[in-house]
């Protein structure tokens, strides 16, 4: 008879470890990154020429900051427009949050690359700790220094702003500016030590810091528009956006750091040829023409990501929801009969299409679907690039934002006494989305393979191998269905759903 597990002893497997032994084990998993933790900031706090900057941030930046805001509010004053001026003293107290953090994108660049030119990470990698405890130390010591003279900028900046112009933040602006510069550093550095782990030099590490600077100052310009708006919810979605993204990556770094890959990486060499064998391995196969192609590598990669196809579908008729709910929430307030009679009259809608069916002949040869193709590339594209940014994530919120458009239209529609729900789905969507949903959800399920792939763990491959492998699979799957069915329903939504729309309000 099978001993209950209470009388298990606490190494044997399956035993249930109690919460102080669990403890103990945890502080003991952590005390060799608290040692790295430890190290690191000594030396940083040694090194002139990183102390240096962060002072000089800390102690400039508020100062310039508060130089800006008073000439912004006496310009304004003169035009009595005090208001505009203040909106921007959130922005401004988050690029006095954001500068001091800057540095901790040069001190990550060179926390392995760096110290493997100086031949001082040996005693490191032949520690005795695990691969993830030097990882996470490095990642941890990078972060310190900078976010306190983060902290302390801010609220430099606040108190001057406070005892010059008598201003004082909102608590919610306070909490939105300090989580986001606290993210944006965490996402900063994460992406900067997975880097600085890959490049073997630091020239080409700060090379590959450009990936890095450019989306922030993008984020940066963003973050800007909605605290002048304040709109502090999006904010919030922003922060969520970030950590999500941040844990990715630090998965990222964990599964392909490996200190004998570290040391035995002497210099990298772009061998166009192997690359492109590799990328063409993952696209083509083992099939020698496109009928093998098709039943030994199409459709096999097709049928894996059934899961995640269904799981995109139901994402998208969400967004189609959601989209109706809002609209009709907000259509709910206004009378029908206050509208223009133009937005009002069916006979609008019936020229519109009418219009569309005269442009489709004479599109005859082919420029009206061709024009639907290209601008269709074009969105997938965009959601491609920002889905590779992001592991598949922000791709996939991209291809559900015109569902949310379309479930909006649905509720509009309905609103006008023009179509019924069911009505407007199967005569404005279902003729071109017979192909182009299908196209969709085959794109998103494999933006979002793509990105699992690359933060599954693989020990005999690089993270460059990894990418470039996963990058011809799904250039397997986009080829291969993805293409096709898009360049069908352009020629349905050409041809074929004006028809059936007209039917549908002229019956």
Known sequence: MEKPKAYLKPHS????????RWLSRTRAWWRPVLVILHRELLDQSRDWRIVTPIVGFTLFFPFLMNFVARRMVGFVERFGAEIVAERFFPFLLLVVGFFPLSISLVIALESFAGERERNTIEPLLIAPIQDAQLYLGKLLSVLVLPLLASFLGILSYIGVLMWRLDWKPEPMTLA???????????????????????ATSVRAANLLATLIIVPIALLLQAESMFL???????????VLALLLTTALIVRVGLAYF?????LNREMDVINLGTLWRLYRRAVVGEARNLREWYARAVWPEVRRL??????????????????YATVARELASIDPHLLPQSIRDPDTYLQNLQRWLHASVLGGAGRLPLALFLHNMRALF???LLGVMSFGVVGLLVIMLPF??????????????????????????????????PALVLFGASLLRLGARWITPSRQRSLGEVWITSLGIWTRIFLGAVLPLMLLAAFLEAYLAPRVALWFLTR
């Open 13 to 20: 497997p399956g035993a249930t470890l109690s919460p102080a």
């Open 176 to 198: 939105a500016v300090v989580v986001l510069t606290v993210t944006q550093g965490v996402l900063m550095v994460s992406a900067a030590v997975l880097m600085s782990t890959q």
């Open 228 to 238: 002048f708006w304040r709109q502090y919810h999006v904010l919030w979605y922003i």
């Open 258 to 262: 490996n200190r004998e890959a570290l």
């Open 306 to 323: 059934a899961l995640p196809s269904l799981s995109v579908l139901a994402l998208l008729l969400a967004a189609m929801g959601i989209g």
């Open 382 to 384: 965009l959601a491609w």
């Open 404 to 437: 949310g458009i379309l479930g909006g239209a649905m509720a509009y529609m309905q609103f006008l006494n023009l179509t019924t729900p069911t009505e407007f789905f199967l005569g404005f969507v279902l003729p071109h989305g017979v192909a182009e949903v």
